[in-house]
């Protein structure tokens, strides 16, 4: 990717790894499911009534908010709920770039390089490093729950490269209609209406403004500006380029919960991310072109002149035989 595409990358890295952090202050106010749902429905009414429509076949787009909205936010928000730790739901959820990598070359015909394959399977040792900890420690189903997550954000990034749209902002708004109708019902059936009205009436305090502001994070800079940016950069490139640098939100996550929230990894979790950022560097760096074989020296004024004089006969026509000169004449 040119410079100015890898920057763009880095920067949805940094936003989205800070929206960990801000899922983590709604969430002590708002139950998962509901805080999912509404993070999209706040997003959803003002794409129905001000945003054009983003020019893609409606599949593509049910694809993409299922994937990226519904599925990998229903992983996620549950995942932290039941007490995975901020930083490391960062790190889990780069699964998607595994994910993607391979769905992209079973599914769009993407080819996967040699170099890209090595650094993807060392992405996905650390990650596998982090399970067995974190399993061992709190149980497995937050850390499948949030990996489920991670395999919803693949299934959109696929979705959101096919749509090909012009207009990416677009895309990402309209998305914002999808979530809401399954994640609301789920969380009205699951969580309940007692639950939902509580944490709704004690939001109107000045305690709950970190959990306000945290959701509008999630809305303006995890959603509108990440992922708008994001596909942009998957409509420019094959998938398995930019999915990738997904692999470097944990960096950001990981630092803004251990400062913020004292979230100390084990060592063991640490060498994952370790593994996961190398693979992420290792995967996204072109490798040495191969040597292209010198082309013929140029020949030189005399060698030129004697391939002119080589044409030049072999254009001429031939000298005619006496038989032929008398027959000319006659």
Do not use: C
């Not at 930019?242 to 063991?268: D, H, K, N, Q, Y």
Request: charged share 10%; proline share 9%.
């Amino acid at each position: 990717m040119p410079l100015r595409h890898t920057l763009l990358a880095l920067l949805v890295a940094v936003f989205w790894g800070l929206n960990f952090l801000a899922i983590r202050i709604s969430l002590d106010q708002f139950p998962p499911l509901f805080l999912a749902g509404m993070r999209f429905l706040i997003l959803a009414l003002p794409a129905l009534l001000f945003v054009p429509w983003p020019g893609v076949k409606v599949r593509y787009l049910l694809g993409y908010g299922l994937g990226f909205g519904t599925l990998q936010f229903f992983g996620l928000y549950l995942g932290m709920a039941a007490g995975f730790p901020t930083g490391l739901a960062s790190l889990v959820l780069q699964a998607s770039a595994p994910f993607t990598v391979l769905l992209g070359a079973l599914v769009l015909k993407e080819h996967i390089t040699a170099r890209r394959a090595t650094g993807v399977g060392v992405a996905v040792l650390g990650l596998g490093l982090v399970g067995v900890s974190r399993g061992v420690l709190d149980g497995w189903t937050p850390f499948l729950l949030v990996l489920f997550g991670a395999f919803g954000w693949a299934l959109g990034n696929l979705a959101s490269r096919k749509a090909q749209t012009d207009r990416p902002m677009a895309l990402v708004l309209w998305m914002a209609v999808v979530p809401p109708i399954p994640l609301l019902t789920v969380a009205f059936l699951v969580e309940g209406p007692e639950e939902i009205g509580a944490a709704l009436a004690t939001s109107i305090s000045i305690a709950a403004i970190p959990a306000w502001l945290g959701l509008s994070y999630t809305i303006l800079f995890g959603t509108v500006a990440g992922a708008g940016i994001w596909v942009w950069l998957m409509r420019r490139h094959p998938a398995g380029t930019v999915a990738p640098f997904s692999m470097l939100v944990p960096v950001v996550g990981i630092l803004a919960a251990w400062i913020a929230l004292g979230e100390v990894p084990t060592w063991l979790e640490l060498g994952g991310g370790v593994l996961v950022v190398g693979g992420v560097i290792y995967a996204s760096v072109r490798g040495t072109p191969p040597a292209q074989p010198a082309p013929p020296p140029d020949p030189g004024p005399l060698e030129d002149v004697k391939d002119v004089e080589l044409a030049a006969a072999s254009n001429a026509a031939p000298e005619p035989s006496p038989q032929e000169e008398v027959s000319r004449l006659r």
